[in-house]
């Protein structure tokens, strides 16, 4: 079972900044493919980035592209996701998970989820 904790969600006003955090277990999480979804109230959970597991290829849903990055430090054994230009539609739970294959935006083809960080984006 690989336990994945997220981190660094909170309130910030429309056009600010935040940035996440996905630790996961030591020299394991260097192999796996991490993405980033998010589920807002009534609505699906919805891919919004995901890094392969040398930290090389990344890909992002159209909506968040030039406003979010995805970065990842595998000797700290840590994802992050850098969101700018915060709207109040990226208001959301934000969940990293591990895939064992290629790049992926799918939540169903993804094998282990963290609990969630709460992304509230309003003035």
């Known amino acids: 079972q690989l336990q994945l904790v997220e981190s660094g969600g909170g309130l910030v006003q429309p056009g600010g900044s935040l940035r996440l955090s996905c630790v996961g277990p030591?020299?394991?999480?260097?192999?796996?493919?991490i993405g980033w979804f998010r589920q807002a109230p009534g609505k699906e959970r919805e891919g919004v980035s995901c890094?392969?597991?040398?930290?090389?290829?990344?890909d992002y849903v159209d909506s968040v592209k030039g406003r979010f990055t995805i970065s990842r430090d595998n000797a700290k054994n840590t994802v992050y996701l850098q969101m700018n230009s915060l709207k109040p539609e990226d208001t959301a739970v934000y969940f990293c998970?591990?895939?064992?294959?290629?790049?992926?935006?799918?939540?169903?083809?993804?094998?282990?989820w963290g609990q969630g960080t709460q992304v509230t984006v309003s003035s």
């Open positions: 998970a591990a895939l064992t294959g290629w790049l992926s935006l799918n939540p169903d083809e993804y094998d282990y």
């Open positions: 890094i392969s597991s040398s930290g090389g290829s990344a």
């Open positions: 030591p020299f394991t999480l260097e192999y796996y493919t």
